[in-house]
């Protein structure tokens, strides 16, 4: 059972530190933080996610798990007048808002409004047990509660874009510290809603991906879509292909999250053409992998028995590494297993791959060890 557990893991999942002082003085300086606070009655809330403009179910949020009792007290609460917690939500760039705490809150007044459950278990206002939204709005002697629920103002706190990731994602884990457990790459995918979203579900749930993996990367907490994503971001960055919203060419600071949200926003604005594109060319290097190394291909080779997990920084290079290939021909199969056995067997690569993993020294490393071997078994291509 422990194996099973350990190989739905990504190896460098949880290790990634950058150690070069001046490197990290570039996280802090000059940061624009800027969060507002507003008020919104229930009834202006309902109108925006009407309208398709607050995200209700982003990934990293847990499920709807509230009662029907608990919905029905929080509706008396607000009749009666009782304050309630400050709401957080986040701006995306397109101006949309997506929910950071209190998602149960306002999916429980959207409901009311809606007239999907009837109230039911109150203790102060009995009389209304068992009436739904329209009833209170019908009945003359309840109506006034109908109007306190529109007109209840929620205090809110909005994370304003463009805030850097790495300052949002350290919001929404205090935010919700002491609750689920929030995963970057979970709140990435509901940031960068749009095409990149759906083309790293596709790519992760493809046969392309799952060959080559083995099947073994949990699809749990989106650590699939975080790997690809990673290989994508990094051979466009290495190709110089990576731009900002404002067309400069990205610079690699060691900030992998941000980096990681300005991959996700270039991939949201490719024109449709080139993202089918780069999607054929992902699939098509994954199967290159599978039948040339085989399923564990990604693992970093180990002297004992047992395997160890799949390595996320050793799946980018390699994806950099048969990238370029659209047919290959029978002698450099031969060539393509020899590259990697070598740099497998290179100290500087391995360390590259398994200690301070996105620092910006080790990224340009290992990318250049590899460019270092393909040039030098495929130099007349």
Avoid at 341 to 366: A, G, M, T, W, Y
């Amino acid at each position: 059972m422990n194996e099973q557990i350990e190989e739905q893991e990504l190896e460098d999942y949880h290790t990634i530190e950058v150690e070069d002082e001046q490197e990290e003085k570039l996280d802090y300086p000059d940061l624009k933080i800027k969060i507002d606070k507003d008020q919104y009655s229930i009834y202006e809330m309902k109108r925006k996610y009407d309208r398709g403009k607050i995200c209700m179910d982003p990934s990293f949020q847990r499920n709807f798990v509230w009662k029907n009792k608990q919905m029905s007290e929080l509706i008396e609460s607000v009749i009666i007048g009782i304050p309630l917690p400050l709401i957080y939500l986040a701006e995306s760039q397109r101006g949309d808002l997506v929910v950071v705490d209190g998602r149960q809150r306002l999916t429980t007044f959207i409901k009311f409004l809606n007239d999907e459950f009837r109230l039911n278990g109150l203790r102060i206002l009995k009389d209304i047990n068992g009436c739904c939204f329209s009833d209170l709005e019908k009945e003359k002697r309840y109506s006034k509660y109908a109007t306190s629920i529109e007109d209840f103002q929620l205090v809110v706190q909005v994370i304003k874009y463009p805030t850097p990731d790495k300052v949002r994602f350290d919001i929404f884990d205090r935010v919700n510290r002491g609750g689920t457990p929030l995963n970057k790459q979970e709140m990435r995918n509901a940031l960068y809603q749009g095409q990149s979203t759906q083309m790293l579900k596709e790519l992760s749930e493809g046969e392309a991906f799952l060959a080559a993996t083995g099947g073994s990367i949990s699809p749990k907490h989106m650590k699939d879509r975080y790997i690809i994503l990673r290989a994508l971001c990094f051979d466009l960055y290495q190709k110089r292909k990576l731009t900002d919203a404002d067309g400069k060419i990205v610079e690699y600071r060691s900030d992998i999250e941000d980096f990681l949200g300005t991959g996700m926003e270039f991939l949201n604005r490719m024109p449709s053409e080139e993202l089918r594109g780069l999607k054929e060319e992902f699939e098509r290097t994954m199967w290159h992998i599978y039948h040339i190394i085989g399923d564990n291909a990604f693992r970093i080779p180990t002297e004992y028995e047992r395997r160890r997990p799949i390595s996320m920084t050793l799946f980018e290079a390699l994806y950099y590494l048969f990238q370029p290939f659209v047919q290959i021909k029978e002698e450099d199969i031969t060539k393509l297993q020899e590259s990697v056995k070598e740099l497998l067997k290179d100290p500087v690569f391995l360390e590259s791959l398994q200690f301070s993993v996105d620092s910006k020294n080790h990224v340009d490393i290992r990318f250049h060890k590899v460019m270092e071997k393909y040039q030098e078994k495929f130099n007349d291509k």
